[in-house]
């Protein structure tokens, strides 16, 4: 039941919402050729590429369609649901785990990610089976079992990297339940196996750190914003915040894991983690942490079942009346991240053929490759390298000289640019080059405005011709 609400919850409004920036290097980048693919891991983004990889296959299947790019995203939120779920029923209680599914597949927090065609859902889904395999490996391990433990590792690792921090959290766990020596031996050669598996990995996405130039050093609001994600309105933080307290105080193992030892480490660490480290090099944010949103929902749930003659029902449904709200205003199109789609839209409906078009920055390219249809018959008149030619999300352009060359010299005699929601007042050479030479040679004739996209039409400034002066005395030459 808890599957089938997440996948109720994923689906709802899913098809409404315009891909946003990074939705659209997702459509860009699984659309190209697997080799393609691999060129672009090379030179960036390689700790998506395993993700790109398997969203080509998806491609190929259900298009690139809003909805079909969301699928494997929704279909992760139903997997995590269950998997939560199991986990509860395994080491609580039945309806441990049926309160536990029930708030993971109605957190906000993981219903906004299954609605993204990145990988963090994915992320989720993984890393819960794996701590159902866990689960197995203290109850009955065998080496069939460690080993795909270790395949699942390395898949997670290899979807994205710092989903590895389960692994501390996981040991924690075993330590915690004074497991044999012998378990802590082949979990910890199946754990070295995975790492050694993904290593190439690590040392590639080491070249590419400035990918997270943008992340910022986090403070004590960062992790109340963190706290608030995973809970949503205050009044719910307060509810769920005093079920794990009371999960934590009285619940009852039931296997060979604690809901305790298993979910408090889980929750916390990779957090904790992350936090730290980015005091010294920004690496946080909150959506890098999603796998740890199950263990709050395993710990809630471990306190509400407490609750006698399922009377857990009342704080459910009151949970669910307070988050509705928020579910409406995520699944609003005004709400979400860019509107991509209506900015395409503006352009397939106002652009002529032979038209041209410039991008402020390159990357904002990729809403052109994530809604070709309505760029078809546009002059990219910067364009050197395609982006798959490149191995990157821009492509390469032309030199700032030659930029400026090629837009005044254009036959086209509309311009078309297209650029984020401001122009940032320090343009690199080349976006400044085809700000200047736009300016000079043209007259902005419109301008368009939607969420995260700004458009302006640009009209080619007609010359006069050179005016005829009589010869005095007023007579013209004959």
Same mark, same amino acid.
């Given at each position: 039941?808890?599957?089938?609400?997440? #996948?109720?919850? /994923?689906?709802?409004?899913?098809?409404?919402?315009?891909?946003?920036?990074?939705?659209?290097?997702?459509?860009?980048?699984?659309?190209?050729?697997?080799?393609?693919?691999?060129?672009?891991?090379?030179?960036?983004?390689?700790?998506?590429?395993?993700? $790109?990889?398997?969203?080509?296959?998806?491609?190929?299947?259900?298009?690139?369609?809003?909805?079909?790019?969301?699928?494997?995203?929704?279909?992760?939120?139903?997997?995590?649901?269950?998997?939560?779920?199991?986990?509860?029923?395994?080491?609580?209680?039945?309806?441990?785990?049926?309160?536990?599914?029930?708030?993971?597949?109605?957190?906000?927090?993981?219903?906004?990610?299954?609605?993204?065609?990145?990988?963090?859902?994915?992320?989720?889904?993984?890393?819960?089976?794996? +701590? !159902?395999?866990?689960? &197995?490996?203290?109850?009955?391990?065998?080496?069939?079992? $460690?080993?795909? $433990?270790?395949?699942?590792?390395?898949?997670?690792? #290899? @979807?994205?990297?710092?989903?590895?921090?389960?692994?501390?959290?996981?040991?924690?766990?075993?330590?915690?339940?004074?497991?044999? *020596?012998?378990?802590?031996?082949?979990?910890?050669?199946?754990?070295?196996?995975?790492?050694?598996?993904?290593?190439?990995?690590?040392?590639?996405?080491?070249?590419?750190?400035?990918? #997270?130039?943008?992340?910022?050093?986090?403070?004590?609001?960062?992790?109340?914003?963190?706290?608030?994600?995973?809970?949503?309105?205050?009044?719910?933080?307060?509810?769920?915040?005093?079920?794990?307290?009371?999960?934590?105080? +009285?619940?009852?193992?039931?296997?060979?894991?604690?809901? %305790?030892?298993?979910?408090?480490?889980?929750?916390?660490?990779?957090?904790?983690?992350?936090?730290?480290?980015?005091?010294?090099?920004?690496?946080?944010?909150?959506?890098?942490?999603?796998?740890?949103?199950?263990?709050?929902?395993?710990?809630?749930?471990?306190?509400?079942?407490?609750?006698?003659?399922?009377?857990?029902?009342?704080?459910?449904?009151?949970?669910? !009346?307070?988050?509705?709200?928020?579910?409406?205003?995520? *699944?609003?199109?005004?709400?979400?991240?860019? &509107?991509?789609?209506?900015?395409?839209?503006?352009?397939?409906?106002?652009?002529?053929?032979?038209?041209?078009?410039?991008?402020? +920055?390159?990357?904002?390219?990729?809403?052109?490759?994530?809604?070709?249809?309505?760029?078809?018959?546009?002059? &990219?008149?910067?364009?050197?390298? +395609?982006?798959?030619?490149?191995?990157?999300?821009? /492509?390469?352009?032309?030199?700032?000289?030659?930029?400026?060359?090629?837009?005044? /010299?254009?036959?086209?005699?509309?311009?078309?640019?297209?650029?984020?929601?401001?122009?940032?007042?320090?343009?690199?050479? *080349?976006?400044?080059?085809?700000?200047? @030479?736009? %300016?000079?040679?043209?007259?902005?004739? /419109?301008?368009?405005?939607?969420?995260?996209?700004?458009?302006?039409?640009?009209?080619?400034?007609?010359?006069?011709?050179?005016? %005829?002066?009589?010869?005095?005395?007023?007579?013209?030459?004959?």
């Amino acid at each position: 039941m808890p599957a089938l609400l997440a #996948l109720a919850m /994923g689906l709802w409004g899913a098809g409404r919402l315009s891909l946003w920036r990074d939705e659209a290097i997702t459509s860009e980048i699984a659309r190209r050729s697997v080799p393609d693919i691999l060129r672009c891991a090379r030179h960036i983004d390689a700790v998506h590429a395993a993700y $790109y990889l398997f969203m080509h296959g998806v491609v190929q299947v259900f298009g690139t369609g809003e909805l079909a790019l969301r699928l494997p995203s929704i279909a992760a939120l139903a997997a995590t649901a269950a998997g939560v779920t199991v986990l509860g029923r395994r080491i609580v209680s039945g309806a441990a785990g049926l309160v536990a599914g029930v708030i993971c597949a109605g957190a906000p927090f993981a219903s906004h990610y299954a609605h993204e065609a990145r990988s963090y859902s994915l992320v989720a889904a993984l890393t819960v089976w794996l +701590t !159902v395999l866990l689960v &197995d490996l203290a109850e009955r391990g065998s080496p069939r079992r $460690y080993a795909a $433990y270790g395949a699942g590792i390395a898949l997670l690792g #290899l @979807v994205h990297l710092f989903a590895l921090l389960i692994l501390p959290a996981h040991l924690v766990t075993l330590l915690m339940t004074r497991r044999t *020596r012998t378990m802590l031996r082949r979990w910890s050669a199946a754990s070295a196996g995975a790492l050694v598996a993904v290593s190439p990995l690590i040392a590639l996405a080491a070249t590419q750190r400035n990918a #997270l130039d943008w992340l910022t050093r986090p403070g004590w609001r960062d992790v109340r914003f963190l706290a608030e994600s995973f809970t949503g309105p205050r009044i719910v933080a307060y509810v769920l915040g005093a079920a794990m307290a009371v999960g934590l105080a +009285t619940a009852r193992r039931r296997g060979p894991i604690g809901v %305790q030892a298993l979910a408090v480490p889980w929750l916390l660490l990779p957090a904790a983690v992350l936090l730290l480290a980015s005091q010294f090099h920004p690496v946080f944010t909150g959506r890098y942490v999603i796998g740890s949103l199950p263990a709050m929902a395993l710990l809630a749930a471990a306190g509400l079942a407490r609750l006698p003659y399922r009377a857990w029902v009342v704080p459910l449904v009151a949970m669910a !009346v307070l988050v509705a709200p928020l579910h409406v205003e995520q *699944r609003r199109p005004e709400n979400w991240w860019d &509107d991509l789609h209506g900015a395409a839209a503006i352009v397939e409906r106002e652009a002529r053929p032979g038209d041209a078009i410039v991008f402020v +920055t390159a990357d904002r390219r990729s809403i052109a490759e994530a809604y070709p249809d309505a760029f078809r018959g546009l002059h &990219d008149v910067t364009l050197r390298r +395609t982006p798959a030619q490149a191995g990157n999300f821009g /492509g390469t352009e032309f030199a700032p000289a030659e930029i400026d060359r090629r837009v005044a /010299g254009a036959a086209a005699t509309r311009v078309w640019l297209l650029e984020g929601p401001w122009r940032m007042p320090s343009l690199a050479p *080349r976006d400044r080059a085809k700000v200047d @030479v736009l %300016q000079r040679h043209f007259r902005q004739a /419109g301008a368009w405005r939607v969420r995260g996209i700004t458009l302006s039409l640009f009209q080619r400034e007609k010359v006069r011709p050179p005016m %005829q002066h009589p010869r005095p005395g007023g007579v013209s030459s004959p």
